[in-house]
């Protein structure tokens, strides 16, 4: 979630450090600052902000900040308020500077520890107690920089991505990683890091990707990386940054246009997976066929929104695959003491690859008696995708709307490939596996219908205005969908939303329906449909304003108490992709009613890279 900048050349580098945390400002973080060494004898200045990127450039330009080397970094608080002091870089007797992402757990002990051996603290924060372990580790200059680090990294319970610099040692940047994310920026008689290449698209285009437990020194002119005692080396990787992607063209919000994205990247992601008759699944990797002929059933793990794909996909292994198929969420499933049973596979699904819960999740299940681990993820260079043992990628595109719109889309997409796949071992007949295939072929261009609703949606956002609490209802495999809208809804307008099957309304949810409770409904032309409108009339009956979305080959008809929007017609298959893209818009423009900040929520991150 938080974001770090590193930059060592002849040039003042405070531009770049600054380009690179706007960079990240879609990652969520409350304040900001960065560390430069300057002058001839390399003191180390500081500038420091509250809020926005923009508050730190005004606050550099002031102070005229400029330096050859320097580190910084967006902080979303999980020790200590978001404040001027608990800002990072941190300093240790204006000697040392560290910017760190992650928690570190045991820090209290090594805190009060410091604290007899004469150490101040200024801060609330677990990164405090990191540089001044470094300092007292490097005291009287007998020990380097890379040693000290080393030295302190081993007594860190937690994780961490650290950046280090030290007057002293003014020509590198010590880098360590154990649970959060770092990157190398290769140049030319420069090197940078961050968390995140897209940092650093405005000065290279090849990256070093730091595997777990590697520590470095990145310096003008060389990079040196140690995994333990044993100094390795890592492969260099060019990307090809596109522009486009971190511009909001013609829309007002990133999270809108990546809502309009959604054919596009559906049929990217449907590109190569699937022909006009049957699912590929070499497009799962070259040990996909073997690993898939063993799998009796499936274990999903995943966090948030998801989690929601992961449930919608259940519904699909089962009814599709016919295999049984459990979900957790993935904070709560290292705690379980799990019962493998034999022939599961294992399921990661991540938009960013770089979730904390989800990997701990999937490390934890290595030492499991798994057939293997399989990520669904858009980011083909993350841990995730690299600590699994096979991947798909979701073909999404960068992603910078805090509330995930495309991602779960193409997760769903690829979901629903995946559950097409394992039916064939189940009895799947080539006949019914071209029906799915064929129907899921028109998926791009039902997406591309349903937007059309846009503007029949905006209209009906009004009416929420003045809300402060919502419940959203769906039947079976569109119970998950339910979920997935009322999250949405919370996450970026701050209406309190919660999601119920349709079935449990009257074992305890009717109590809340009245005139100012709207209840949202999703209503496809299924087998459940009879039972969703009797749910439905109970709501009606109590005062209740509905707003359904149904599809528009039932009869369903607006009236005093009930706003019906019609959805295209759809294969039951694809109900659930389909119907999300209304409960989207509807989050959006509600959100804009109510003048939230669309793209960055209150409290919520991008990537949350800790526990």
């Known amino acids: 979630m938080c974001g770090i900048v590193g930059a060592v050349a002849e040039r003042n580098v405070s531009g770049i450090l600054l380009e690179g945390l706007k960079r990240l400002e879609y990652r969520g973080y409350d304040s900001a600052g960065m560390a430069l060494l300057s002058g001839a004898d390399n003191e180390i200045s500081t500038v420091k902000a509250v809020g926005k990127v923009n508050e730190l450039v005004r606050a550099a330009t002031k102070e005229k900040a400029k330096g050859h080397l320097g580190i910084a970094h967006t902080r979303w608080a999980t020790h200590g308020k978001p404040t001027i002091a608990n800002a990072h870089p941190h300093i240790s007797d204006k000697d040392l500077a560290v910017v760190h992402n992650g928690i570190i757990e045991n820090y209290e002990p090594l805190r009060e520890k410091l604290k007899t051996d004469g150490y101040k603290f200024k801060t609330q924060t677990d990164t405090e107690t990191i540089v001044h372990l470094i300092h007292q580790a490097r005291r009287g200059g007998k020990v380097s920089l890379l040693d000290a680090t080393k030295r302190t990294i081993k007594k860190l319970h937690g994780a961490y991505g650290l950046c280090v610099i030290d007057k002293n040692s003014p020509d590198q940047i010590i880098v360590a990683r154990s649970g959060s994310p770092l990157v190398i920026g290769v140049g030319i008689g420069e090197n940078f890091v961050a968390s995140d290449p897209l940092a650093l698209g405005q000065v290279t285009d090849r990256f070093i990707y730091l595997e777990e437990g590697d520590i470095a020194k990145v310096s003008l002119n060389d990079i040196e990386i140690w995994h333990g005692a044993k100094q390795v080396k890592r492969a260099v990787t060019r990307i090809q940054n596109s522009a486009e992607e971190a511009e909001k063209g013609e829309y007002k919000h990133f999270m809108l246009k990546e809502i309009y994205e959604q054919p596009q990247v559906i049929q990217d992601t449907l590109d190569g997976r699937i022909s006009h008759n049957a699912a590929l699944e070499a497009a799962f990797g070259v040990k996909a066929k073997a690993i898939f002929n063993k799998v009796k059933r499936v274990q999903i793990v995943a966090c948030g929104t998801s989690f929601h794909a992961g449930q919608v996909a259940k519904y699909w292994f089962e009814s599709i695959a016919r295999l049984p198929c459990q979900v957790d969420i993935a904070s709560d499933y290292r705690y379980r003491d799990i019962i493998v049973q ?77 559950s097409i796949v394992l039916a064939r071992r189940t009895g799947l007949k080539p006949s019914q596996e071209s029906k799915l295939i064929k129907e899921l072929a028109k998926l791009p261009a039902l997406i591309e219908k349903t937007l059309a609703l846009n503007n029949e949606i905006k209209k009906t956002s009004k009416q929420f205005s003045d809300k402060h609490h919502s419940l959203f209802l769906g039947r079976g495999i569109q119970y998950p969908i339910a979920k997935e809208g009322a999250l949405k809804l919370k996450e970026i307008s701050y209406i309190h939303a919660e999601a119920y099957p349709a079935g449990e309304l009257k074992h305890g949810p009717l109590a809340l329906v009245d005139s100012d409770m709207p209840v949202i409904a999703v209503a496809p032309n299924n087998d459940l449909l009879g039972k969703l409108k009797a749910n439905l009339s109970e709501v009606s009956a109590r005062g209740g304003k509905l707003y359904v979305f149904a599809d528009e080959t039932i009869k369903f008809k607006s009236d005093k108490s009930t706003k019906v929007i019609h959805v295209p017609p759809c294969p039951n298959i694809l109900d659930p992709i389909v119907f999300t893209i209304p409960l989207q818009l509807l989050s959006y423009h509600v959100a804009i009613t109510k003048g939230t900040d669309v793209d960055h929520p209150r409290n919520l991150a991008k990537s949350v890279t800790v526990e």
């Open 342 to 418: 034999p022939g599961t596979l294992f399921v990661t699904i991540s938009q960013s690859g770089e979730t904390a819960d989800t990997l701990a999740a999937l490390r934890y299940a290595s030492e499991k008696p798994y057939v293997a681990s399989l990520a669904i993820c858009n980011v083909a260079t993350s841990s995730l995708v690299r600590e699994s043992d096979f991947c798909i990628l979701t073909m999404a595109g960068r992603e910078i709307g805090v509330a995930s719109t495309k991602a779960f889309t193409t997760q769903l997409t690829l979901l629903l490939i995946l």
